[in-house]
């Protein structure tokens, strides 16, 4: 028997080695990640370490997802972020790290990370974003399973139109908890959305090559997310919001410090862009059937199968005409509701009673005002609680719309910076809310006249009818009023002066037969009088209003909305700028 070679014992023993256990499960463990398409998370960085930092273990933290890597264009940081980062890659090799010595703006970074990636699928991610477990594989499961589909996002707190939902946290420490809960909810949801904001999304490299990288001319940033979104369905590729995904958002932690003069200039400027691009597109003949279009043109030359038209709503195309914005406004019916929902929720949240107080309100001011008014000035009314409580209940929805819906614009002014909406949706909810209010006001009103046995009539009927016109009014003068506020916050204040006189003008607490014959007319030259008659004739005297007061509320309703309206849609190109 011949000794064996070393070379042969070397040999076997590397086998060995190879067929450990431990070699084999990492070898088993490398296959099934390639079963997964691989995927490049683009990220841009530009000073903010402290939110890089929380994004980045956010990503490493919360992502189940196996095959996935992330570049991250730094665009000149000056906090020492690229240091930072350069030693962080040093420990984590998912990630790499390009440092570009100036900001070459939003655009051309993410250009930059996708060309360096290696990814089937691309992932925009802002650095001012916390994500949460699942957020990649949703989007990836539904790209793959959805050929049809060109992008995909999540929904989150700091985005506006529909993929905007309220979070059901108070700070970070609550997020992970809040967002599973909410990811078991909604598991598998998704929805058509004409706009994807690029702080977090995903399509597929095919599609990317397709229509082209982001376009570079628009700088800084501004407007390449609504241009992109509009290449994606000019291409024929639907745009889809995932329920199921969630991805918390700071919002504006780069925009947000540049100085009010430089922001102004930079929205200005890729605005015109924005407008004069797409403008040129429109008016553009499309080429022969087979004929290649032009590189960058690709995706707006073609014409979307009708299946996939989206309805889109574009600021910076805005003419300024009140149809056009009655237009826009319909496309945005789900970020109203939000709206709606999202002030009631804030309104009483932290009550123990909850929406009790809106019918608890009315009633407790009245009482108050039926001792002082009855007993106090000695004038009775039959079932005087009632004629009170009518008036109250209309006058606080008169109030409140109007006042809330006049700072709105400014609350709103977060959104209208970021994403591009219709900026008539702000007042428009404030009234919304009222509504909702109003309508759950009328139940202790009807509450009090089965207490008092006050009759019912079939007069009731119109009782919605006058909601509908005195709303119609309030929106009208919300409209003029927002529109004002946003340029000059004096309004505010003079408008709280002149609602005290305009209260005591309008017959809310005392019958019109105390005044004096000769100051009558003041009181019926008031709009606000024959609003309150068509809503409290079919309550309080179970009869139908007079008709010379409901064709003077239809006039008023109407010519206030025609004049808010005009008013709103000539300055809203300025309110971004100004909020």
């Known amino acids: 028997r011949h000794p064996t070679p070393p070379e042969e014992i070397e040999r076997r023993r590397e086998l060995a080695r190879r067929s450990s256990w431990d070699e084999r499960a990492a070898r088993m463990e490398e296959e099934l990640v390639r079963l997964f398409p691989p995927v490049t998370v683009g990220i841009v960085t530009f000073n903010n370490r402290e939110l890089t930092e929380l994004c980045l273990e956010s990503v490493r933290r919360a992502t189940v997802y196996p095959n996935y890597e992330i570049v991250v264009v730094d665009n000149g940081s000056s906090d020492r972020t690229p ?3 350069e030693e962080l890659a040093g420990r984590w090799p998912r990630l790499r790290v390009i440092a570009n010595e100036t900001n070459r703006g939003f655009a051309a970074a993410c250009n930059q990370a996708f060309e360096a990636g290696s990814g089937q699928i691309l992932c925009f991610l802002n650095n001012d974003t916390v994500v949460t477990r699942g957020w990649l594989t949703s989007m990836v499961r539904h790209l793959v399973e ?32 809040w967002a599973a809960s909410w990811r078991r909810e909604h598991r598998g949801d998704s929805f058509p959305i004409p706009m994807l904001a690029l702080y977090c999304a995903a399509l597929r490299r095919e599609v990317w090559e397709e229509v082209g990288p982001l376009d570079e001319s628009f700088g800084t940033g501004m407007f390449e997310d609504d241009d992109y979104s509009k290449r994606l369905r000019k291409a024929g590729y639907e745009l889809r919001c995932l329920r199921e995904a969630y991805v918390h958002h700071w919002q504006q932690a780069s925009f947000g410090k540049l100085p009010g003069e430089e922001y102004a200039r930079l929205f200005e400027e890729n605005r015109r862009k924005y407008r004069e691009k797409w403008r040129q597109k429109a008016g553009a003949a499309e080429p022969a059937a087979g004929e290649a279009a032009a590189a960058e043109g690709v995706a707006a030359a073609k014409e979307p199968p009708a299946p996939r038209e989206l309805p889109v709503y574009d600021s910076a195309e805005s003419s300024g ?30 009550s123990l009673l909850g929406v009790a107080w809106t019918l608890l309100n009315p009633l407790a001011t009245m009482v108050v005002m039926t001792i002082a008014f009855s007993a106090l000035f000695r004038f009775s009314l039959p079932d005087y609680p009632v004629y009170v409580l009518a008036g109250l209940t209309f006058w606080t929805f008169f109030q409140q719309s109007t006042t809330q819906a006049m700072s709105s614009l400014v609350w709103g002014s977060g959104l209208l910076k970021k994403v591009h909406i219709p900026a008539a949706v702000f007042p428009l909810s404030a009234v919304g809310t009222g509504v909702v209010n109003m309508a759950l006001s009328f139940v202790p009103i009807l509450l009090i006249m089965v207490v008092l046995h006050h009759p019912f009539t079939w007069a009731l009927l119109f009782v919605p009818v006058a909601m509908v016109l005195i709303s119609i009014f309030a929106l009208g003068i919300s409209l003029i009023l927002s529109s004002l506020a946003i340029f000059f916050s004096d309004v505010v204040e003079m408008y709280g002066v002149f609602l005290r006189i305009w209260f005591y003008l309008t017959p809310v607490m005392y019958p019109e037969k105390i005044v004096p014959e000769r100051f009558l007319w003041m009181i019926k030259i008031n709009p606000l009088y024959h609003f309150m008659l068509c809503w409290r004739a079919p309550i ?14 239809v006039l008023w309703a109407a010519g206030m909305l025609l004049a808010g309206a005009w008013v709103f849609s000539r300055q809203e190109h300025q309110f971004a700028l100004r909020a």
């Open 83 to 85: 240091e930072w980062l």
């Open 146 to 177: 959805h050929p049809e589909t060109g992008m995909v996002g999540p929904v989150s707190n700091g985005v506006a139109n529909a993929a905007r939902v309220e979070p059901g946290y108070r700070d970070l420490a609550g997020l992970d908890e």
């Open 321 to 350: 005409a009140i149809s056009a914005m009655i237009a826009d406004l319909l496309q945005y019916t789900d970020l109203l509701r939000l709206l709606v929902g999202t002030n009631l929720k804030t309104r009483y949240k932290r």
């Open 540 to 553: 309080y005297n179970g009869t139908l209003p007079p008709m010379h007061s409901v064709a003077v509320c």
